[in-house]
Every structure is written in structure tokens, then in C-alpha cells.
């Protein structure tokens, strides 16, 4: 009944860009918090960014800070994940999700109901 499909990864040099976009479904996201999580070959997967239900208030693990950016359209029913200065440790599936998560637990992948399949993103050195 939902679906969260994300878009925009690809082979980029070190310090290129990406934009990422996640295309969620219509009313069943009323209301949810959007986050960004990444998973690299044999590590654990990581919170990378979040933006709760109104798009007034985002968050981002310190890793990111300063390069990438997360904004959601709720009139489009996505959000993005503006990627600069990658670095080849960006290298990663990068997963979109879907939550309803409060102030202070929205880098938890517990609060996430619904993910994306994921998509591919490599840094070349």
C-alpha cells in the first residue's frame, strides 16, 4: 500500500556531486518524517540525514555536515539528498525512508517504517 523509490545515484569523481530523490506514495505519508541512511560493503548501515514532517526542521550526522543537503516537496511527495564534495567513504547504497519520529530519535533506524530498495553511489579516488 506504500512504496518509497529512490533515484539519482551513480560513479562520480571525488569532490562531484549527486542528487539523490526518493518519490514516496500519496496520503499514507501524511504526516512522516524522511530520512536518509547509507550501507557500505561490510559495515553497518548509517543514519546520513533526516527532515521531519514539515520540511522546517533537518538534521544531519556530522560526517555530512557542510557538504549535503536534505529537503523534502510535499506538494511533489518527495525529498532530496543534495550531495557535495563527495569523498570515495561516501561510497555506499544509500537508502530512503519513511518514519514517525519525534525530536532526538530521527538518527534511529527503529523509527523508520518503510525503506526504499536503495541506491548505488561510488566515489572514484
Known amino acids: 500500500q506504500v512504496d518509497l523509490v529512490e533515484s539519482g545515484g551513480g560513479l562520480v569523481q571525488t569532490g562531484g556531486s549527486l542528487r539523490l530523490s526518493c518519490g514516496t506514495s500519496?496520503?499514507?505519508?501524511?504526516?512522516?518524517?524522511m530520512g536518509w541512511f547509507r550501507q557500505a560493503p561490510g559495515k553497518e548501515r548509517e543514519f546520513v540525514a533526516a527532515?521531519?514532517?514539515?520540511?522546517?526542521?533537518?538534521n544531519y550526522a556530522d560526517f555530512v555536515k557542510g557538504r549535503f543537503s536534505i529537503s523534502r516537496d510535499s506538494a511533489e511527495l518527495t525529498v532530496n539528498l543534495q550531495m557535495n564534495s563527495l569523498k570515495p567513504e561516501d561510497t555506499a547504497i544509500y537508502y530512503c525512508?519513511?518514519?514517525?519520529?519525534?525530536?532526538?530519535?530521527?538518527?534511529?533506524?527503529?523509527?523508520?517504517?518503510?525503506w526504499g530498495q536503495g541506491t548505488q553511489v561510488t566515489v572514484s579516488s
Open positions: 525512508a519513511a518514519g514517525l519520529f519525534h525530536a532526538g530519535n530521527y538518527y534511529s533506524s527503529d523509527v523508520y517504517a518503510y
Open positions: 500519496g496520503r499514507s505519508y501524511t504526516g512522516y518524517g
Open positions: 527532515i521531519n514532517w514539515s520540511g522546517e526542521r533537518t
